[in-house]
């Protein structure tokens, strides 16, 4: 989509324009100070004219790349800002329903604080992450801003258990492990409660669910829930009769739960919020309506021109979040090439 005739001036090729001018500036002074020592030393009066005018066009040269390179430093500083503002935009795309999961139930937690534990199934297909940024976005309405710990199961971290759980999240709290996973838990639980005196909320991002293998998710689910959670849910409401403390438990998965894993949980709604189950947060696909709205807030477009795309685009992806996702950033750098001209 990006118009071949004038390609988008990128952040990379900025960089690189404008070490060519700086490379060409250092080389007109270079050739500026030799042709102006010359001419002041020597005695010869016809080459003393001509030598200064010299110095005079390369001193202009030398000024007319410094103007190209602020210029080109303004450009580049208004593609990162404007390429920074589409990526804060765009988790603002959808995921109103998720939104309102995510804002009810911390209405429910704004006075005396607890914890909450949430699931997001087909993560990757669904646009996920953008929840995760909007998840963010809500929690930094407040004095404080979260603690995010992320752990991440793959072949490089060695495990995909509760020994292997505890360590990474140890990790973040100073706690090294000691073999005995009750006591290891134990102690991840009373730090990570201790550490809440001095941050409010915090949140533990397990990612890469679909790694547990589909034989070992109910096992290790279970685990989580009745082993782990409910027992930090416990010793966090110890911490809630001082202090005012969050933790936000988000596991995303990239597929669906196997069904074994699923009915071994124990799922509550948003309605009937209980802080020691799960709560999924709805991900769905995108219309035709939430794109042209979405256009709406953040492209200066005329209305007709806005209808147009929200059509194409919807019809291109289908509502495909991920879809969507692409062809959304496409337009957005065609208009900034169109705009940068």
Not at 318 to 341: K, S, V
């Amino acid at each position: 989509m990006v118009n071949d005739r004038n390609p988008q001036p990128d952040l990379t090729s900025v960089a690189l324009q404008k070490k060519e001018l700086e490379r060409d500036m250092a080389a007109l002074m270079l050739e500026h100070s030799v042709c102006a020592e010359t001419a002041r030393t020597t005695n010869d009066p016809v080459a003393k004219v001509k030598l200064e005018a010299q110095r005079d066009t390369l001193l202009g040269k030398y000024k007319a790349k410094e103007l190209q390179l602020k210029a080109l430093e303004k450009q580049g500083q208004d593609l990162n800002r404007q390429t920074l503002d589409f990526d804060e935009a765009l988790p603002r795309i959808d995921f109103r329903k998720a939104r309102k999961v995510i804002e009810q139930v911390l209405d429910t937690l704004q006075l005396d604080g607890g914890g909450a534990l949430m699931l997001m199934q087909q993560s990757r297909a669904m646009a996920g992450d953008l929840l995760l940024r909007a998840l963010d976005d809500v929690l930094r309405n407040g004095v404080t801003t979260p603690l995010w710990y992320k752990i991440t199961f793959s072949p490089a971290v060695g495990g995909t258990d509760d020994r292997t759980f505890l360590k990474l999240l140890g990790k973040y709290l100073g706690v090294e492990p000691s073999g005995d996973p009750e006591a290891d838990m134990a102690t991840v639980a009373q730090t990570l409660c201790a550490s809440l005196r001095e941050s409010s909320t915090v949140v533990i991002h397990l990612t890469n669910w679909d790694a547990v293998g589909s034989g070992n998710q109910k096992a290790f689910m279970e685990w989580l829930l009745e082993t782990f959670w409910r027992s930090l849910v416990q010793q966090l409401s110890s911490v809630l009769d001082d202090w005012y403390a969050r933790v936000i438990f988000v596991i995303v998965a990239n597929r669906e739960l196997t069904p074994d894993c699923r009915e071994s949980a124990c799922f509550c709604t948003v309605d009937e919020f209980d802080s020691r189950s799960i709560l999924e947060l709805p991900l769905e696909r995108w219309t035709e309506q939430d794109i042209r709205l979405w256009l709406q807030d953040h492209f200066q477009l005329p209305k007709h021109q806005r209808n147009q795309w929200a059509e194409l685009i919807y019809t291109e992806s289908n509502g495909d979040p991920a879809l969507t996702r692409t062809a959304l950033q496409e337009y957005f750098d065609e208009l900034l090439a169109f705009q940068t001209e």
